[in-house]
């Protein structure tokens, strides 16, 4: 297959997740889908399947039950029958059925006490897909800025990468709580590494004034650099792959050297109900 076909497949099948993405509460069959790709009804099943790993069913399912978890745990203002009929389904019990099956929890029980484990865990297989829809990236992708100095909060995630989730319910709630939610203060992950080289995540936003580190949090500051900024769009869940493009491929073709400072992102756009093609996240790599 020529490189151009190949390139108008790929994009033919994002389409498709963004339409899912975009419209959760909209005709998701099979027929209107492979329409959206444009591919014949009676082959698109095979061909999502192969080339996201898992069935179109399933896909649509996970995008709709991850975005009304949070919704249920980041909007009270949302009652859950609203969230039902936002994720597409006409009764709440069906909704229910649904939303327990994925994450062992009832929508109720989610809200109460978010269990972000079990939600990451359910939700692997969505990321693993959007994670292939993943645009190639080429050297015109990056734009060296010049990040202005900027103070932080941070909580810094001890354990496994599989409990980072809990560590995030728990900044959310922190942020929540003192009035720092992403409309107000800029969010951040920085990467780095442990004392033996694992990988470490530190969550942080922005420090507004007045602003108060809470229990087993800290404060520190961004400091101003040059540094290589790969835009991405859509959920950004894993980061893994761009991080690596830019180490691997971009840093060695650009000539430019790495400043004592670790890799990191800021989450500019993003929330609880936002489509998820909407998302925009900007990985810098700091340069000396």
Not at 20 to 27: K, L, N, Q, T, V
Not at 207 to 225: D, F, N, V
Request: charged content about 25%; glycine content about 6%; proline content about 8%.
């Amino acid at each position: 297959m020529r490189e151009t076909a190949a390139t108008n497949y790929r994009k033919r099948m994002a389409r498709v997740l963004d339409h899912i993405d975009r419209h959760p509460e909209g005709d998701l069959r099979l027929e209107a889908l492979a329409e959206v790709a444009a591919f014949s009804k009676f082959h698109f099943h095979r061909q999502f399947a192969s080339t996201f790993g898992l069935p179109v069913r399933s896909y649509v399912s996970l995008s709709r039950m991850k975005r009304a978890a949070f919704q249920l745990a980041c909007r009270p203002e949302m009652s859950v029958i609203e969230v039902a009929l936002g994720a597409g389904y006409d009764s709440p019990d069906s909704f229910a059925k649904v939303f327990r099956k994925a994450f062992g929890f009832s929508p109720s029980a989610f809200r109460e006490a978010p269990d972000w484990n079990a939600w990451h865990a359910a939700t692997l297989p969505q990321i693993h897909a959007r994670k292939h829809a993943m645009t190639q990236f080429t050297a015109a992708d990056v734009t060296i800025v010049t990040f202005a100095a900027t103070p932080i909060i941070t909580l810094r995630h001890e354990g496994p990468p599989h409990t980072l989730g809990a560590s995030i319910g728990r900044f959310i709630a922190w942020r929540k709580a003192n009035g720092a939610g992403p409309q107000r203060a800029r969010t951040f992950n920085i990467f780095d590494s442990g004392d033996e080289g694992e990988p470490k995540v530190t969550l942080a936003c922005s420090r507004l004034p007045g602003l108060k580190p809470g229990e087993g949090m800290g404060e520190s500051a961004i400091p101003e650099a040059r540094a290589a900024r790969l835009r991405l769009t859509g959920p950004a869940d894993d980061l893994e792959a761009p991080a690596n493009w830019l180490y691997r491929e971009w840093l060695p073709a650009s000539g430019e050297a790495l400043r004592d400072f670790p890799l990191f992102c800021e989450r500019c756009n993003f929330g609880p109900g936002m489509p998820e093609n909407e998302m925009v996240t900007d990985l810098y790599l700091p340069l000396a």
